[in-house]
């Protein structure tokens, strides 16, 4: 079993935006909803957004909505999550996971921090 590797996560400015990857492992990748999860210092990890594995049905937590925007690419195995008119409150550690998530499938995650 390999890991989920995120990338793209940075300082960034309130306002600002940053463009998360996910590269996923697994044959079965194309089958499942992705997720992306953050943590932020002192909380529990939660649901920032998931997508359908055809990617043509998507959620978002009500936090992001409007902001952020997830998409894959399943013939790279990666899952994308831009950010756009970020928040400090958006500051956080973020991972992607199948939904629901797998306890044995979490990465290194990616920080984002947001300034104010």
């Known amino acids: 079993q390999v890991q989920p590797v995120e990338s793209g996560g940075g300082l960034v400015q309130a306002g600002g935006s940053l463009r998360l990857s996910c590269v996923a492992s697994?044959?079965?990748?194309?089958?499942?909803?992705m997720g992306w999860f953050r943590q932020a210092p002192g909380k529990e990890r939660d649901i920032v957004a998931h997508i359908n594995w055809r990617g043509t049905s998507t959620y978002y937590a009500d936090s992001v909505k409007g902001r952020f925007t997830i998409s894959r690419d399943n013939a790279k195995n990666t899952v994308y999550l831009q950010m756009n008119s970020l928040k400090p409150e958006d500051t956080a550690v973020y991972y992607c996971n199948q939904h629901p998530p797998r306890s044995d499938y979490w990465g290194q995650g990616t920080q984002v921090t947001v300034s104010s």
């Open positions: 697994g044959r079965t990748f194309n089958y499942l909803t």
